[in-house]
């Protein structure tokens, strides 16, 4: 059975640093799969925050992101992180962490495995 789950969310004020952690397990990742992160804060629809392909050689940003978080992987621990800097309010959101069937992809269609979330809370 395919699992993704995540840690690393909390509370922090504005300025500060988070990083959150996600690893797969289960036959279905045993093949090469992209990861990444996804966010929803109430009200708001859902975005594609962050990918990563399996060799780690392309990665996507949402723009809003770019600067101050950084995606990375570690194949042997079957777990990505996601360094998130310069933490915003605007970054508050429940994190979810994702994986897509293929060495890379950048649509978030393609990311049909999903975790239960962990929620990031970035006060002013």
């Known amino acids: 059975q395919a699992q993704l789950v995540e840690s690393g969310g909390g509370s922090v004020q504005a300025g500060g640093s988070l990083r959150l952690s996600c690893t797969a397990s289960g036959r279905t990742f045993g093949s090469t799969v992209s990861m990444g992160w996804l966010r929803q804060a109430p009200g708001k629809e859902r975005e594609f925050v962050a990918a990563?392909?399996?060799?780690?050689?392309?990665?996507y940003y949402l723009d809003s992101v770019k600067g101050r978080f950084t995606i990375s992987r570690d194949n042997n621990k079957n777990t990505i992180y996601l360094q998130m800097n310069t933490l915003k309010p605007e970054d508050t959101a429940v994190y979810y962490c994702?994986?897509?069937?293929?060495?890379?992809?950048?649509?978030?269609?393609?990311?049909?495995?999903r975790g239960q979330g962990t929620q990031v809370t970035v006060s002013s």
């Open positions: 990563i392909s399996y060799s780690g050689g392309n990665k």
């Open positions: 994702a994986a897509a069937l293929a060495p890379w992809s950048a649509s978030p269609d393609d990311y049909e495995y």
